[in-house]
T-cell receptor
Framework: EPEVTQTPSHQVTQMGQEVILRCVPI?????FYWYRQILGQKVEFLVS????????KSEIFDDQFSVERPDGSNFTLKIRSTKLEDSAMYFC??????????FGPGTRLTVL | SQQGEEDPQALSIQEGENATMNCSYK?????LQWYRQNSGRGLVHLIL?????REKHSGRLRVTLDTSKKSSSLLITASRAADTASYFC??????????FGAGTTVTVRA
């Protein structure tokens, strides 16, 4: 069964460093998303991406964040200058024609 | 905000018993989805119910939706130890972005 994959599973970085989180959505899906979940808190929407551009973004998704679909399969989230409060689990998701949103296993980002 | 909010926050049951959790939301939706998350792991999709549906089944799962009350319930029948997890409802409207609740933590005791 096709699934969303994410790499790395765990990323440790120093405050101020750039990180790129990678996702491979399910191949025939058209909408892609990033969400994050700070430990013990709700899953929060960050950004949606359709037709090679941002469709919607939350107020969390400020100028430090960017997304890209550099080729036909990868979907990346970049944080330019990480802060301590960026430590969270980051989930990528993609949606099928039946509206079901499938999530990847997540990347745990730890900012020191 | 159209966030889902689950109730109760935590639930502890004996193996074999049924577990019921509820979700309420604030604004009109296209769909409501339920997810399971094992501790520190990814979100596993359980079931999607559309705004024009009232009830849906999948294996031991039964989901109801009452759009007039803006609420949904998830019933897990004949629970197993492997059902121990956090369960989240998520609603979508424009652009299918999901709004999640805080979740119900279910512990199934052997």
């Amino acid at each position: 069964e096709p699934e969303v994959t994410q790499t790395p599973s765990h990323q440790v970085t120093q405050m101020g460093q750039e990180v790129i989180l990678r996702c491979v959505p399910i191949s025939n899906h058209l909408y892609f998303y990033w969400y994050r979940q700070i430990l013990g808190q709700k899953v929060e929407f960050l950004v949606s991406f359709y037709n090679n551009e941002i469709s919607e973004k939350s107020e969390i998704f400020d100028d430090q964040f960017s997304v890209e679909r550099p080729d036909g399969s990868n979907f990346t989230l970049k944080i330019r200058s990480t802060k301590l409060e960026d430590s969270a689990m980051y989930f990528c998701a993609s949606i099928d024609l039946g509206d079901t949103q499938y999530f990847g296993p997540g990347t745990r980002l730890t900012v020191l | 905000s159209q966030q889902g909010e689950e109730d109760p926050q935590a639930l502890s049951i004996q193996e074999g018993e049924n577990a019921t959790m509820n979700c309420s939301y604030k604004t009109s939706i296209n769909n409501l989805q339920w997810y399971r998350q094992n501790s520190g792991r990814g979100l596993v999709h359980l079931i999607l119910i559309r705004s024009n549906e009232r009830e849906k089944h999948s294996g031991r799962l039964r989901v109801t939706l009452d759009t007039s009350k803006k609420s949904s319930s998830l019933l897990i029948t004949a629970s197993r130890a492997a059902d121990t997890a956090s369960y989240f409802c998520a609603t979508d409207a424009i652009d299918y972005k999901l709004s999640f609740g805080a979740g119900t933590t279910v512990t199934v005791r052997a």
